[in-house]
């Protein structure tokens, strides 16, 4: 079959091999140079299966106009007369109850599971180097509410087999001594020791090469203007080299998928949510740290790569806004300080905002979409590397007409008609 992938992310480009791999002859068109030079460019860089949560939950709207109020808060608003954002906005509330937020969570930890069990077949394959490691994540809490507040999410995590460990300030030393520097107390911390961690690009990067080995092409610099239809049927997409055509089309175009959908009636409950990083060049090993630090308190990621730190956070509601704007680099710089003061040199960090692409209950969207032979794979939000690989291994297999070892019932556009 030929299938035509829009948009060139770690989603498209992961399913990209994924379908190739199944026989099918897959082209994939972007409108920059090359992979991952939006969303999947700078992200924190873990790949944390165990901590994949809905934003939605219990708590979060009052936990949210706390953010909103504090310095350096992980949350802003640029308050705007886009319908598409208060609209998005209810839907998120309307999931913040006990039981949406125990659906969301299990939704997302299945395919991020999944996810898991397809990378450590993926790290087998020759050529595909990500400064990865395998040192697990540890969710770091400040403050004794924070860890008292763990009960649900472990149960979660019992619930799929996910391995975990409550720490003390000790055990937290023990897993990353580099924050024996810390500037700041903290309580403890849940450790997932099964996460892994990595650079996204240079992961997608790796995935584009072993795609094109597999015999997928790639049309950079190919700007997708529009779809055509047919009756049941897309026809073709309008794009700046023209019209393409295949039998079957694949929307992943993260935060534009939703745009490109709309005037085929299909409404993608997808909106952009910016977040910021800082890539800083490490100048002591000894007091860096070794995987992922997720800062509880200001929800900022802090992973180390092989001679650099990424350090992500920060969701600002703004739609598709990329300005990037120089004074969110306080949460991020401020983490890093209070943690791991000695580890790098911010002066010489560089600083990248994205979008991730967010539904209202957390989970991607992946399946088909309306017409007959065109799927969307979207929607991934906070952690779609994390899900990318057993996102692109189900798509393959819906396409292909195989029965996907998970099940999918649930991750496509019709669980929000019920
Ligand atoms: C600050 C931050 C930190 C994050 N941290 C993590 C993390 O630690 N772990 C994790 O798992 N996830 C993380 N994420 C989320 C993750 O990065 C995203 O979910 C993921 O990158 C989305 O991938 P995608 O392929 O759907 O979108 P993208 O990477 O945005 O890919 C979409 C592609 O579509 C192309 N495109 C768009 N419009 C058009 C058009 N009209 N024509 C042609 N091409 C088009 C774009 O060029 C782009 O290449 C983070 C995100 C941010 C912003």
């Known amino acids: 079959m030929k299938i035509l992938i829009l948009g060139a992310g770690v989603i498209g480009t992961t399913s990209a091999y994924y379908l190739a791999k199944a026989g099918h002859e897959v082209t994939v068109v972007d409108r920059q140079p090359g992979p991952a030079l ?34 350096d808060g992980p949350l802003v608003i640029r308050p705007m007369l886009d319908p598409r954002m208060w609209i998005w906005g209810l839907r998120l509330l309307g999931n913040c109850t006990e039981r949406a937020y125990a659906i969301n969570k299990s939704r997302m930890v299945r395919l991020a599971e999944y996810s898991n069990e397809r990378m450590v077949e993926l790290r087998q394959l020759p050529g595909l180097a990500f400064d990865g490691r395998e040192q697990g994540t540890l969710q770091l809490f400040r403050t004794q509410a924070q860890l008292d507040h763990i009960h649900g999410d472990v ?16 055990g937290c030393l023990a897993a990353e001594p580099g924050l024996a520097t810390a500037q700041v107390p903290f309580v403890g911390a849940l450790r997932l020791p099964d996460d892994d961690t990595g650079d996204c690009k240079m992961f997608t990067e790796g995935m584009e090469k072993l795609a094109r080995e597999a ?14 239809t047919a009756g049941d049927k897309v026809t073709g997409v309008r794009t700046s080299r023209g019209v393409l055509t295949a039998d079957t089309y694949v929307g992943a175009m993260g935060s534009y998928t939703p745009l490109l959908v709309a005037p085929l009636g299909i409404r993608l409950p997808v909106y952009p949510i910016k977040g910021y990083s800082l890539t800083v060049p490490i100048t002591d090993e000894s007091v860096a740290p070794l995987s992922t630090i997720m800062d509880e308190t200001y929800k900022v990621a802090t992973t180390r790569f092989n ?16 300005t990037l704007r120089p004074h969110r680099r306080g949460p991020l710089d401020r983490s ?17 905002c994205g979008l991730r692409p967010m539904t209202p209950d957390g989970t991607p969207v992946i399946g088909k979409a309306k017409f007959d032979n065109f799927y969307l794979s979207t929607g991934h939000g906070t952690l779609g590397w994390t899900m990318a690989a057993g996102s692109g291994r189900v798509l393959s297999d819906l396409i292909s007409g195989t029965k996907p070892d998970i099940d999918t019932s649930d991750l496509g556009l019709s669980r929000y008609a019920a």
């Open 336 to 352: 890093l300080r209070d943690l791991f003061p000695k580890a790098g040199d911010l002066s010489k960090a560089s600083f990248w």
């Open 307 to 322: 001679d650099r730190i990424r350090v992500g956070g920060t969701a600002e509601i703004a739609g598709w806004d990329m």
């Open 38 to 71: 939006e969303t999947s460019f700078g992200n924190a860089g873990e790949l944390s299966y165990g901590y994949a949560s809905p934003w939605a939950g219990p708590g979060i709207p009052l936990k949210a106009i706390k953010w909103l109020t504090m310095v």
């Open 155 to 170: 149960e979660v995590l019992k619930q799929y087999g996910v391995r975990y460990e409550v720490l003390d300030p000790a």
């Open 215 to 228: 015999g997928v092409v790639f049309h950079f610099g190919t700007t997708v203007d529009g779809i055509e």
